[in-house]
């Protein structure tokens, strides 16, 4: 029965998380030289182990992440395609349960590694509090998780009591507002995953420039790394819209309602980092428009990558790659403005050819 699980959940929630996994591989370890990457591990390791607030946030991402796959596992399990797990309620309590934990075992196995590596750092450099408190972490996590899954597969003949009724209110959703809905309502762990992603970068940055004094430029380089780091969210909800297609083709939207609704989106999704940008930069107006224009351009410019590489995730890393160098170096250089206005002129342009051939 575990092989079984292995190769439906695993390689299903592998096949779905692998652009997430090279992401984050990229941000973490990509800009580091291949003869400096053990020197670099080996300190970021430490500096976990000896910042009781750098443990805490490994914490915090492991909970995170267990969350996910929590969820992705039960939305799995209750599809009829995978009505087949109930069968495993004819085992033991015991085999169940172990089977559960080799499952969430092998989900985690990238922070696992990672967090082994940290857990070894710690006890070698007498970091015994750390490297304690992080191993009973994992072991109280995955246990949990395993017990929680064995629960909702084996007691599912229970009914659930609902304590309070709340009244139902019918609110009318505009159009470019179903793509929020839809990642609040299904992608809410992604969402919070990314968000603080995008905050850590955008302070993480402001922190490593602070000796420059207040130089726009380095607020804007803050909000174009918080804008990438939301490409997964793009991803994903491009998938939702595709599923959906037949529906949103029908229904009478002209190009220009939709061209506005897809930038409605997708400011509204950054706008906690243009509200702090726009704090930082003196609510200049001259430079909160710099902001909207370059978030607005990088967007249109991830979502269209998408289908210009047919939804391929590596070579959609390849584009965020490109992507990123060019922001940094328009940034740098003072050119911010006129790579956000080519940006969105590519984005739009190549936006129109695609609404006229029916793909999008």
Same mark, same amino acid.
Request: aromatic share 16%.
């Given at each position: 029965?575990?092989?079984?699980?292995?190769?439906?959940?695993?390689?299903?929630?592998?096949?779905?998380?692998?652009?997430?996994?090279?992401?984050?591989?990229?941000?973490?370890?990509?800009?580091?030289?291949?003869?400096?990457?053990?020197?670099?591990?080996?300190?970021?390791?430490?500096?976990?182990?000896?910042?009781?607030?750098?443990?805490?946030?490994?914490?915090?991402?492991?909970?995170?992440?267990?969350?996910?796959?929590?969820?992705?596992?039960?939305?799995?399990?209750?599809?009829?395609?995978?009505?087949?797990?109930?069968?495993?309620?004819?085992?033991?309590?015991?085999?169940?349960?172990?089977?559960?934990?080799?499952?969430?075992?092998?989900?985690?196995?990238?922070?696992?590694?990672?967090?082994?590596?940290?857990?070894?750092?710690?006890?070698?450099?007498?970091?015994?509090?750390?490297?304690?408190?992080?191993?009973?972490?994992?072991?109280?996590?995955?246990?949990?998780?395993?017990?929680?899954?064995?629960?909702?597969?084996?007691?599912?003949?229970?009914?659930?009591?609902?304590?309070?009724?709340?009244?139902?209110?019918?609110?009318?959703?505009?159009?470019?507002?179903?793509?929020?809905?839809?990642?609040?309502?299904?992608?809410?762990?992604?969402?919070?995953?990314?968000?603080?992603?995008?905050?850590?970068?955008?302070?993480?940055?402001?922190?490593?420039?602070?000796?420059?004094?207040? %130089?726009?430029?380095? @607020? $804007?380089?803050?909000?174009?790394?918080?804008? &990438? !780091?939301?490409?997964?969210? *793009?991803?994903?909800? #491009?998938?939702?819209?595709?599923?959906?297609?037949?529906?949103?083709?029908?229904?009478?939207?002209?190009?220009?309602?939709?061209?506005?609704?897809?930038?409605?989106?997708?400011?509204?999704?950054?706008?906690?980092?243009?509200?702090?940008?726009?704090?930082?930069?003196?609510?200049?107006?001259?430079?909160?428009?710099?902001?909207?224009?370059?978030?607005?351009?990088?967007?249109?410019?991830?979502?269209?990558?998408?289908?210009?590489?047919?939804? %391929?995730?590596?070579? @959609? $890393?390849?584009?965020?790659?490109?992507?990123? &160098? !060019?922001?940094?170096?328009? *940034?740098?250089?003072? #050119?911010?403005?006129?790579?956000?206005?080519?940006?969105?002129?590519?984005?739009?342009?190549?936006?129109?050819?695609?609404?006229?051939?029916?793909?999008?």
């Amino acid at each position: 029965m575990l092989k079984l699980w292995i190769k439906t959940f695993g390689r299903e929630f592998f096949a779905q998380h692998a652009g997430l996994f090279f992401f984050l591989f990229y941000l973490i370890f990509g800009a580091v030289p291949t003869s400096q990457l053990k020197g670099y591990i080996l300190a970021l390791s430490i500096n976990i182990n000896s910042s009781p607030t750098a443990i805490s946030i490994f914490m915090l991402i492991i909970l995170l992440f267990s969350l996910k796959c929590l969820f992705f596992v039960q939305k799995l399990i209750n599809t009829p395609v995978y009505n087949f797990v109930k069968i495993s309620t004819a085992a033991s309590k015991k085999i169940q349960l172990q089977n559960w934990l080799v499952l969430y075992l092998f989900l985690h196995s990238p922070l696992i590694i990672f967090g082994l590596f940290i857990i070894g750092t710690g006890l070698y450099g007498h970091f015994y509090l750390s490297a304690a408190a992080l191993t009973g972490f994992m072991i109280l996590i995955f246990s949990s998780l395993s017990i929680i899954t064995y629960r909702h597969v084996t007691y599912t003949f229970k009914p659930v009591r609902q304590l309070i009724t709340l009244p139902e209110l019918s609110v009318r959703k505009p159009y470019w507002t179903w793509p929020l809905y839809y990642i609040l309502k299904e992608q809410p762990l992604t969402l919070i995953i990314c968000k603080i992603l995008s905050f850590f970068l955008f302070k993480a940055i402001i922190w490593m420039f602070t000796d420059n004094g207040s %130089d726009v430029r380095i @607020y $804007l380089l803050s909000l174009m790394a918080a804008t &990438i !780091s939301h490409c997964i969210l *793009i991803s994903i909800v #491009l998938r939702f819209e595709k599923s959906k297609g037949n529906f949103i083709n029908s229904l009478p939207i002209n190009y220009s309602q939709r061209l506005i609704s897809l930038f409605g989106f997708l400011l509204a999704l950054l706008i906690p980092e243009l509200f702090f940008y726009s704090i930082l930069s003196g609510f200049t107006l001259l430079n909160i428009f710099s902001g909207i224009f370059l978030c607005a351009g990088i967007l249109i410019t991830l979502r269209m990558s998408l289908y210009l590489v047919n939804d %391929d995730p590596e070579q @959609y $890393l390849k584009y965020i790659f490109i992507l990123l &160098i !060019s922001s940094i170096m328009a *940034i740098i250089s003072g #050119l911010d403005f006129p790579f956000s206005i080519m940006l969105l002129a590519s984005g739009i342009t190549y936006h129109r050819y695609l609404y006229k051939k029916n793909r999008l």
